[in-house]
């Protein structure tokens, strides 16, 4: 594992609790948020996913 797969993991953790937050408050520009920092959460996982298959396949 990286850093890049661990942080993209906890920021998906992140924009989950958000967007719950904002539908529990009824606030759709935290929704709105914690969406957004979901998909940059998953698209930074994958990157670190990428890297870590790279690197077995150098090896």
Known sequence: MNTDQIKGSAKE??????????????????????AAKQVEGSAQKTYGDAKENIKDATK
Do not use: I, S
């Open 13 to 34: 953790v992140a924009g989950k609790v958000q967007q719950k937050t904002g539908e529990v408050f009824n606030n759709p520009n935290q929704q709105a948020k914690g």
